[in-house]
């Protein structure tokens, strides 16, 4: 009898281990403020229109603002040499993230008004 229950006991901590060290998916949520908050904005508004089309985008967006502001917490590291080479491409990337977002933003809105006016 104390084996089994050894056993199953064993079973059991197996389970519970393995469980409480999967990862679970969190939805990645960007804050609404700062200086890119017209673009969360429209990465949002592209979510709500079609999620599963669009969730790359808001997910790239978000890695890119976590990314940066990683490279904006350490900047105080970073020789002023290497910060005028890197900063540009922090601005260049985010810039590009958001103009794709708000062109397919455009042209999702282009889509819906065009078929307003041929109904």
Do not use: F
């Not at 901590?13 to 998916?25: D, E, G, I, Q, W």
């Not at 079609?50 to 904006?72: G, Q």
């Amino acid at each position: 009898m104390n084996n089994k229950i050894r056993g199953v006991s064993l079973v059991v901590l197996t389970l519970v281990m393995s469980t409480a060290c999967t990862p679970r998916k969190s939805k990645t949520v960007i804050t609404t403020s700062g200086p890119y908050s017209s673009c969360v904005a429209e990465a949002s508004a592209l979510t709500k229109i079609d999620r599963a089309k669009y969730a790359k985008d808001y997910n790239n967006l978000a890695a890119m603002i976590r990314i940066t502001k990683d490279y904006s917490g350490d900047i105080s590291n970073i020789r002023n040499d290497t910060q005028s080479i890197v900063t540009p491409l922090y601005q260049y990337k985010m810039n590009n993230i958001c103009n794709e977002i708000s062109q397919k933003l455009l042209a999702e809105m282009k889509d819906k008004a065009l078929g307003i006016q041929s109904q």
